[in-house]
């Protein structure tokens, strides 16, 4: 039993190598509703992909975290420019005075349109981007989104 756990997991890291496909880490700033700059990771699925975003926003009077996940799919406008457009979700958390007395949640729907550029001369992409959102939880509520410069390194 031990082999056959063993064998399948060795195959099992073997199709994700295989998978294993345009990465990138970095920052999304200027896009985090509240939440200041967000940390950015994008995970190629093919010719499609996902980006995960946290936002952290840690003021003397004012605390907030945002957590972002967006299905997107892109094309190629010309040679190393390209678009993307997604959908997702996102679940927040805000805290205005530390004692915890005004702190809530928030979930919402997005989506995500922009315009990208990779460098061919070394591992950089740039973005920009917008990202509105539907908040569901704490109220009903839309936000048309802040336009986001994205830098990341790809892998």
């Known amino acids: 039993m031990k082999k056959f756990v063993l ?5 099992f890291t073997l199709a994700m190598a ?3 496909q345009d990465h990138a880490i970095g920052a999304r700033i200027g896009g985090g509703q509240g939440y200041g700059a967000e940390l950015s990771y994008l995970h190629g699925l093919g010719a499609n992909r996902l980006e995960f975003d946290l936002g ?19 094309g190629e406008i010309v040679g190393n420019f390209g678009w993307f457009a997604g959908v997702g979700a996102k679940f927040g958390y805000w805290n205005y005075d530390l004692d915890g007395v005004d702190a809530d949640i928030a979930l919402g729907l ?3 349109a ?23 939880i704490p109220d009903t509520d839309f936000h048309w989104g802040d336009i986001a410069l994205g830098i990341r390194y790809c892998f």
């Open 7 to 11: 064998a399948i997991a060795a195959i």
């Open 18 to 20: 295989a998978n294993a």
């Open 56 to 74: 952290l926003n840690l003021d003397d009077d004012y605390t907030a975290f945002s957590l972002t996940g967006v299905y997107q799919w892109t």
């Open 110 to 112: 997005v989506g995500q």
């Open 114 to 136: 922009g315009l990208e550029y990779k460098f061919s001369e070394v591992p950089i992409q740039i973005s920009l981007d917008i990202r509105p959102c539907f908040y569901i």
